[in-house]
Nanobody
């Protein structure tokens, strides 16, 4: 089992930035990939970014490419999502996820999920 705890969400003005963190505990040695997903009110959960835990390969949704950066610190079992130039369409609950076998865009690949952290953008 892997436990994931997100933090760093909050209220920010449009154009501002936030850094989300996701601390992993438990059987973290089995982690292959981690990802960030988001779910806006009334919408389906969507992929945001993913990172290979071992080699650090990254992938981003087109909607955030160039504005968001995913990174990981293996020493403290934490993945980050740095969000810049936040837009009115970015508010959502942001979820961290971990997979023992994949990394990438499909939510079905991820076995472990955090509880989510709310990001709100004011215009």
């Amino acid at each position: 089992q892997v436990q994931l705890v997100e933090s760093g969400g909050g209220l920010v003005q449009a154009g501002g930035s936030l850094r989300l963190s996701c601390a992993a505990s438990g059987r973290t040695f089995s982690t292959y990939g981690m990802g960030w997903f988001r779910q806006a009110q009334g919408k389906e959960r969507e992929f945001v970014a993913a990172i290979g835990w071992g080699d650090g390969r990254t992938d981003y949704a087109d909607s955030v490419k160039g504005r968001f950066t995913i990174s990981r610190d293996r020493a403290v079992n934490t993945v980050f999502l740095r969000m810049y130039s936040l837009k009115p369409e970015d508010p959502a609950v942001y979820y961290c996820a971990a997979s023992a076998t994949h990394w990438g865009r499909s939510s079905t690949w991820y076995e472990y999920w955090g509880q989510g952290t709310q990001v709100t953008v004011s215009s």
